[in-house]
């Protein structure tokens, strides 16, 4: 692990100076083509992994620096030197966690880029290709494309990797099983890996079903509940405690923590984290809506709506309806072009839970001669239970009570991680 000295601590303080100086001079971005970006809240005073620069700078200067990434990783301009309310104010605005290193010169060698790519605008599951980055000239190595993980080759040149990606809690978003297969080559290599945590937005409760290792896959790797309450760096942590990782190894992992945050915390994303989650409410309902990728359903995609909103040519007539379209982030869209009736969720209560009542709602909507199930349910789901259950007519109650178990001996797991209360 890496070890504080007393060089360090004066390194830390000049890198601190210098990085304010060079943030609050930098002139602001023009965003407002960018559909990645979703308008900017204030992020009260939490202060994210990236924002704790005097804690990372001096372990990256003179290293050979790959940097895991997207469009998500940014450092807030200013967020330590206003109060809230002040900087509700001022408007907030952030640089790019890249572009900011390499004005401090520190060596990037190269970039990972994760599902939806480096700047964010792939449709969910298309395949990503390696790149050059054309702001900064940077090699991007695609980790969704014909490699989910990094090859030892690629890490021949590096001495750390950084990793800095918004996640969203929720075991079939693909982001924590890129950051386990990153660590375990890091293992491999014996490449040292830092973690920039951020706050989980779905971090305020542990829900859904447990994924059962014969349903082991991309989109679950672990045996986690649906919904597990954990940031990213704690996440990792539990990875390497529990030796998830194959063989059992170990990464040498340093978290750099938040402050200000436990998991009740509200916290407003500033970037749209890949093209269909857009804004708070979809974030939050995503853990339940999220199971009809596995179905024949609509969820939203090819609208501005999306997983807020569910239907289908064939539910009955109702007074709600929406016509999905190819647009940012669904080239082509579950109904494209067609007439769908169903059910508007986008001013649904916040909530605190899975609900598996909108699949069961829109399992029985669904004629007889349809195949409601697709051939990724199962795998989404993490279980074949869950459809097997749906199928017999068992109430959501009933569905719900029945994940409680497992539940409980994750928790068991998790409270041994935990880096925030």
Request: glycine share 8%.
């Amino acid at each position: 692990m890496f070890k504080n000295t007393d060089l360090i601590s004066v390194s830390k303080l000049f890198f601190f100076v210098f990085l304010t100086v060079l943030i609050s001079c930098e002139g602001k971005e023009d965003h407002s083509k960018d559909q990645a970006l979703l308008t900017v809240k204030p992020v009260k005073d939490i202060v994210v992994g990236a924002n704790r620069t005097p804690e990372y700078l001096p372990l990256l200067k003179g290293k050979r620096v790959a940097v895991v990434a997207n469009q998500t990783s940014v450092i807030f301009r200013g967020q330590t030197r206003l109060p809230a309310r002040q900087e509700s104010k001022a408007g907030s605005s952030f640089v790019h966690l890249v572009d900011s290193l390499r004005s401090l010169n520190i060596n990037i060698v190269k970039v990972f880029a994760p599902e939806h790519g480096f700047r964010g605008k792939a449709d969910a599951g298309e395949h990503v290709k390696d790149d050059i980055d054309t702001k900064t000239g940077l090699p991007i190595v695609s980790l969704f494309g014909k490699n989910r993980k990094p090859s030892p080759e690629l890490l021949e040149d590096v001495d750390v990797v950084l990793f800095d990606i918004q996640d969203v809690g929720v075991r079939f978003y693909t982001y924590i099983s890129t950051m386990s297969n990153v660590m375990e080559t890091c293992a491999e290599k014996n490449v040292p890996m830092i973690v920039l945590d951020r706050p989980n937005p779905n971090g305020h409760y542990i829900d859904g079903p447990t994924l059962e290792p014969e349903h082991k896959s991309f989109v679950g790797m672990h045996p986690i509940p649906l919904v597990y309450g954990m940031t990213m760096g704690e996440y990792a942590k539990m990875v390497n405690g529990e030796k998830w990782l194959k063989g059992g190894i170990q990464c040498n992992i340093t978290v750099i923590p938040l402050l200000n945050y436990n998991h009740q915390s509200e916290y407003s994303l500033p970037v749209r984290p890949s093209p269909n989650l857009p804004n708070d409410k979809s974030i939050n309902l995503y853990p339940s809506l999220g199971f009809f990728e596995g179905t024949v359903i609509n969820a939203g995609r090819g609208t501005e709506y999306q997983f807020q909103r569910y239907g289908a040519p064939f539910f009955p007539k109702s007074d709600f309806s929406y016509t999905p379209q190819p647009n940012f982030g669904s080239k082509h869209p579950k109904f494209e072009g067609k007439l769908c009736y169903g059910v508007d969720l986008s001013h649904h209560p916040k909530l605190n839970k899975v609900d598996i009542s909108f699949v069961v709602d829109a399992y029985h909507k669904t004629p007889k001669d349809k195949e409601f199930f697709g051939k990724t349910f199962t795998v989404h789901a993490g279980t074949l239970k869950l459809r097997e259950q749906i199928e017999a007519g068992m109430s959501p109650e009933e569905i719900h009570k029945g994940w409680q178990t497992d539940i409980e001996k994750f928790k068991r797991v998790r409270s041994k991680y935990l880096i925030y209360k």
